[in-house]
């Protein structure tokens, strides 16, 4: 098992990019919740796995970000053969922020492909999204937007998503889209404009060999997000991790 002792440079739950839709959450420490954004990953550890995450941002503010999530994923194995390449997974994360409430239910399957020294993934991902927003609690400057004149209470967004993940001994990467559709989150139009983003990943990461004890791993997570018909600037995070004797972690994220 190996300790891992990380510095966040950047940390935030869930970023607007713009007014007009939201994103998917953003993670400091995405290596450790790529089921997240990647249907593909999932049963690539070839055993049962679970994560648990609570966060809770500048506890001092009044309505700052919230997350509490869980996800469970694993490979059928080896029980039956017609099933030895698929692997399912379940996550569920909830998320608060300011006047907002998001609940995300997602389950995940995946085929895995096995080469001569690493293994190919596709998946696909089935999420249902219930999202809540009280605009009237909001005091806007200029009084009368009909933006902020009603609420958005407890809308089903269902949504699809998928993704390519290869991975092998020392090295993985991916790409993938885990909201394919652009829901909007007013279905009466009440407050206009406000949807879904589809976001674009692509991730990887390798281990360097330094010595018999000391490894490197540096590794990249990048987005592109699309709103109807705007592109968004591509953004992205970068960690570099030092490992040492296989026991203990300390990196950084940026």
């Known amino acids: 098992y190996i300790v891992a002792i990380c510095c966040a440079a950047v940390a935030s739950t869930m970023w607007p990019i713009v007014v007009q839709a939201q994103s998917d959450q953003h ?14 990953y999932t049963g690539s550890r070839e055993a049962l796995s679970i994560n648990a995450l609570y966060r809770k941002q500048w506890t001092a503010i009044p309505g700052s970000p919230k997350t509490v999530g869980f996800s469970c994923d694993a490979p059928l194995g080896s029980y039956m053969r017609f099933w030895r390449p698929a692997a399912f997974g379940i996550s ?3 998320e608060s922020t300011g006047i907002e409430q998001n609940n995300i239910a997602r389950a995940y399957y995946a085929y895995r492909i096995q080469l001569n020294h690493s293994v190919v993934s596709f998946g696909l991902s089935a999420t249902a999204n219930w999202y809540s927003a009280s605009y ?54 009440k407050v206009k404009n406000a949807r879904q983003i589809r976001t674009f990943y692509l991730n990887g990461g390798y281990v360097i060999g330094v010595n018999d004890a000391i490894k490197l791993q540096p ?17 992205a995070d970068v960690n570099l991790s030092m490992i040492a004797y296989d026991r203990l972690l300390l990196g950084m994220t940026v």
């Open 219 to 235: 590794q990249l997570l990048t987005r592109l997000a699309i709103v109807g018909e705007r592109r968004l600037p591509v953004n």
């Open 136 to 189: 009237t609690k909001l005091s806007p400057r200029q009084g009368g937007d009909p933006n902020f004149s009603s609420n958005i209470d407890g809308v089903l967004l269902p949504n699809f998503g998928t993704g390519v993940y290869w991975s092998g001994d020392n090295f993985y990467c991916g790409l993938s889209v885990p909201n394919m559709l652009q829901n909007y989150y007013d279905k009466n139009q």
């Open 92 to 94: 569920l994360v909830s």
């Open 27 to 40: 993670y400091t420490m995405f290596m450790y919740n790529k089921l997240q954004y990647n249907p593909g």
